[in-house]
């Protein structure tokens, strides 16, 4: 049987570094499952790996599509499981890794088999939801998928326009068609691993590396990406860090304000991603902790048993 990692974990546990250190140990190929590390021109502040970092081992579905592009669960996976599928070709083991759950249990159970949108549709969900405003659309949301509505945040306005266009659509609410049995499931067995630090350690890694980003240039980034002029509604437009100083760059704010408002806005996202990887997603291996090289001998071994016996 075809085999496959999965390294999940909110931003900055560290996950980047352990699926490198396993694709140049175990011959593999990194494949990205970060919904925002899959846009160019956003190196720095999405933390992509460096150009050092991709020279040590492939990596595959980073800045690779335009910061103008959507890119759903389901376009993704088809990405995915096509570097996938070439690099069992090659011989190579797909190390998939990101921090974005929906992606990774996309590629793991498969994708509820819900009929493709129409355009008109999608474009009368948006324009609703710029009409009436985050809250509000929450509301209305709620009263007609209140399980849905109740998993997301008010500001998590692609996925509150994906259940709205999904029920206008299809006459059924997205809760609904979640109950129903994956469908395109991949013919491989994955060894998924969980990196899910302490949360007060994951704050601090949150807000020393976005100090990082800030000596590496992320506001020259946010400067190049506002001066396209996009529809701020964009994933691309929403990604940490660049609504704040995009916010500075128009004389909004200071940068000390810019700054201390992106920490916030990180270790909200990473406290998310914690509380949904812990409930949402199925590990064989959890490290409680950031990690560092300490942990690989034990994760290897673990790993080294999974590519042993998965087929047995």
Wanted: aromatic share 6%; net charge neutral; glycine share 6%.
């Amino acid at each position: 049987m075809k085999k496959a990692i999965v390294v999940a974990g909110p931003t900055a546990s560290g996950k980047s570094a352990l699926a490198l250190t396993l694709a140049e140990q175990l011959n593999g190929v990194v494949i990205n499952a970060d919904s925002m590390q899959i846009y160019d021109v956003l190196r720095v502040v999405t933390a992509r790996p460096s150009v050092e970092d991709e020279a040590r081992a492939p990596h595959r579905l980073y800045g690779m599509l335009q910061p103008a592009e959507l890119c759903s669960a389901g376009r993704w996976r088809s990405m995915a499981a096509a570097e996938m599928e070439t690099a069992w070709a090659e011989g190579r083991l797909p190390v998939v890794v990101g921090g974005t759950g929906l992606y990774l249990r996309a590629l793991v159970q498969g994708l509820s088999p819900i009929p493709d949108i129409p355009d008109d549709v999608r474009q009368a969900a948006r324009a609703l939801f710029e009409q009436m405003g985050n809250e509000a659309f929450h509301a209305l949301l709620a009263s007609r998928d209140p399980v849905i509505a109740a998993r997301l945040h008010p500001s998590n306005s692609q996925r509150l326009v994906r259940a709205w266009e999904v029920a206008e659509a299809t006459g059924r609410t997205l809760s609904d068609w979640q109950t129903e049995p994956p469908a395109d499931t991949l013919d491989a067995a994955f060894h998924t691993i969980l990196i899910a630090p302490e949360r007060e350690a994951l704050y601090a890694g949150c807000d020393r590396r976005f100090e990082i980003m800030m000596e590496q240039g992320a506001l020259d980034e946010v400067r190049r990406i506002t001066a396209l002029n996009l529809d701020p509604a964009l994933p691309a437009m929403k990604a940490l860090g660049v609504p704040e100083l995009a916010a500075h760059l128009a004389g909004r704010v200071t940068l000390q304000h810019a700054v201390a408002q992106a920490q916030q806005s990180t270790r909200n996202y990473a406290k998310r991603q914690s509380t949904w990887f812990r409930h949402q997603l199925q590990t064989d291996t959890v490290l409680s902790t950031q990690f560092s090289e300490r942990f690989f001998p034990e994760i290897f071994a673990k790993i080294r048993l999974f590519l042993l016996t998965a087929d047995k």
